[in-house]
T-cell receptor, first 116, second 116 residues
Framework: AQSVAQPEDQVNVAEGNPLTVKCTYS??????LFWYVQYPNRGLQFLLK??????LVKGSYGFEAEFNKSQTSFHLKKPSALVSDSALYFC??????????????FGPGTRLSVLP | EAQVTQNPRYLITVTGKKLTVTCSQN?????MSWYRQDPGLGLRQIYY???????DKGDVPEGYKVSRKEKRNFPLILESPSPNQTSLYFC???????????????FGDGTRLSIL
């Protein structure tokens, strides 16, 4: 069974500094990895995904993520944080299962606070 | 505008009173899914549907029902709600087909249910 861990409940970073939100996963076979962001009173918005190919994936709003197969990680990064990046971030994996990968499995979420 | 629409957005009700949360998408997506979001647990899948008249259980299906009579609609039914079903619920949709596992999901803005 697949699983996702986000080891930090909360990440605080000063505006203008680089940010990293961590994600590790466990899945049978090739992983399909996703990052979503949730702003208050809104649904989740897709940021980026890793399917295959280049380990560095670029997404929306200047975010990128690095896939590391040996460490089974998919950390979200941004070179320069903005106050408007403050939100709840979810990592998700979709992999082979008895249901042929129909289920997304989400991590518990990491709350990012960017301080002015 | 491409969107997933949930109604109602907020509902306070009492134990045992049947309720339905509607979900509609305008993107002609084959795949639809319901999640509940609880603090510290991330999103957990309740039910999903790969296409019309095809539904299957997710990780936490107990106490819920769904139907998929039309491609655009995927209502969530609580026949006899209980306080432990108090939660934030999200409907999501995505493309199906052979590449379905690589497709991100589009989320509604959520329905906050309180069962007293």
């Amino acid at each position: 069974a697949q699983s996702v861990a986000q080891p930090e409940d909360q990440v605080n970073v000063a505006e203008g500094n680089p940010l990293t939100v961590k994600c590790t996963y466990s899945v049978s076979g090739n992983p399909y990895l996703f990052w979503y962001v949730q702003y208050p009173n809104r649904g989740l918005q897709f940021l980026l995904k890793y399917i295959t190919g280049d380990n560095l994936v670029k997404g929306s709003y200047g975010f990128e993520a690095e896939f590391n197969k040996s460490q089974t990680s998919f950390h979200l990064k941004k070179p320069s944080a903005l106050v408007s990046d403050s939100a709840l971030y979810f990592c998700a994996v979709r992999g082979l299962s008895d249901n042929y990968g129909q289920n997304f499995v989400f991590g518990p979420g990491t709350r990012l606070s960017v301080l002015p | 505008e491409a969107q997933v629409t949930q109604n109602p957005r907020y509902l306070i009700t009492v134990t045992g009173k049947k309720l339905t949360v509607t979900c509609s998408q305008n993107m002609n997506h084959e795949y639809m899914s319901w999640y509940r979001q609880d603090p510290g647990l991330g999103l957990r899948q309740i039910y999903y549907s790969m296409n019309v008249e095809v539904t299957d259980k997710g990780d936490v299906p107990e106490g819920y029902k769904v139907s998929r009579k039309e491609k655009r609609n995927f209502p969530l039914i609580l026949e006899s709600p209980s306080p432990n079903q108090t939660s934030l619920y999200f409907c999501a949709s995505s493309l199906g087909g052979v590449n379905r596992v690589t497709q991100p999901q589009h989320f509604g803005d959520g329905t906050r249910l309180s069962i007293l």
